[in-house]
């Protein structure tokens, strides 16, 4: 849109919209710190400022010394467990070798007499009676440690108990807070959205625009990165809910921004033909023109073989014009002829223009 500006201008505008951005900047900045910086929103609840220390601690107590005896005793069960596995593993090699010396020496012989018989079975007996032993010490310790599992689980379901009313309480205060954290967020917020709101309805087009649509985009930006992530969520109705009336609300004035559109236009078509002129910016009748539109209804104008064309056909605005001086015919918004200078006849615009554009920047 910045084709038919003079170069300055076309400066000076994008001049104002970096204005515009770095207000909104620095705005954000300022306005993120300050409620970064919120007494309230800085320190949430702890799950330990709500569990009952005493009762905790009194229970651990009791905790602890079973957890060590009980790894003791484990350490006893463990060696015993080792103890008779070796010995396991003794007999059975005693075992395999006293019967292969058996089988060599064939049945011949009678074993019953035979003192070096006597005296491996004897040893074997004596190694079976030892892993009798050694199972039942092995018993006394797993039944040492049963008894005391059997102490410490209670202890350990009372200890479970305080956590979990610990933990209802903490999250009953986390959701308190997170409403309290919302509720301070929105009384900051609001203000600055009703605020913008007032500026873009009475100033978007002031000759203050830059620091007016800096403030919105601020307020924009407070709404959808301060306030939208706090929103509570009640299972979504909220953020759904919100999303419902924000659509409503947007698809509401879109419908009415294409009705007074068509209302204008309508008006527009039935006005004579200067004023209906004065009603279009200058550069941006140059820039439809160019374009082959017209630069009132907006439609395009196709050119007609044989025909020099001086009104719009959907519209009847008049698009060219003959210079009443030197007779050429040239665009109808000109203000000045371009062959001979002089001020187009009855064109209002023509002492105006520069003062105009101005305004309308
Ligand atoms: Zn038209
Ligand atoms: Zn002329």
Redo the contacts with the bound molecule.
């Keep these: 849109m910045y084709q038919q500006l003079r170069a300055p201008e076309r400066l000076f505008r994008l001049g104002q919209w970096v204005v515009a951005f770095l207000f909104a900047f620095f705005l954000i900045k300022v306005g993120a710190s300050l409620i970064a910086d919120l007494p309230l929103l800085s320190t949430g609840p702890q799950q330990s400022d709500f569990l009952d220390q005493r009762s905790a601690q009194q229970v651990q107590q009791q905790i602890l010394p079973l957890e060590q005896s009980i790894a003791e005793l484990q350490k006893y069960a463990e060696l015993s467990q080792e103890r008779l596995l070796r010995s396991q593993d003794e007999y059975s090699k005693d075992k395999q070798s006293f019967d292969n010396w058996r089988a060599a020496r064939g049945s011949t012989e009678q074993a019953e007499n035979n003192p070096e018989v006597i005296s491996r079975v004897r040893k074997l007996d004596e190694q079976l009676k030892k892993q009798t032993a050694i199972s039942s010490e092995l018993q006394q310790w797993q039944k040492k440690i049963e008894a005391q599992r059997d102490r410490l689980q209670p202890l350990q379901q009372q200890l479970n108990a305080l956590n979990n009313q610990a933990n209802q309480a903490y999250e009953q205060a986390l959701y308190h807070s997170s409403l309290k954290a919302f509720a301070i967020r929105l009384l900051f917020v609001a203000p600055l959205l009703i605020a913008a709101i007032w500026l873009f309805r009475r100033h978007r087009n002031s000759q203050h625009w830059p620091f007016a649509w800096g403030f919105i985009f601020f307020a924009l930006f407070a709404f959808f990165f301060e306030l939208v992530p706090y929103l509570p969520s009640f299972g979504g109705y909220i953020r759904y809910g919100v999303g419902a009336l924000l659509t409503f609300l947007g698809g509401k004035a879109l419908m009415h921004a294409l009705q007074q559109y068509l209302e204008r236009k309508h008006q527009e078509q039935t006005a004579p033909q200067e004023e209906r002129k004065q009603e279009i910016r200058y550069e941006k009748a140059l820039e439809s023109m160019a374009k082959g539109q017209c630069p009132g209804c907006e439609r395009g104008m196709p050119g007609i073989e044989g025909a020099v064309l001086n009104y719009c056909m959907h519209c009847g605005l008049k698009t060219h014009e003959v ?1 009443s ?2 007779g ?1 015919r040239h665009n109808a918004f000109f203000p000045y ?1 371009p ?4 001020a187009a006849a009855a064109h209002p615009r023509a002492a105006t223009v520069t003062q105009e554009s101005k305004n309308q920047a």
């Design positions: 210079c001086q030197c050429l002829c062959a001979c200078g002089s």
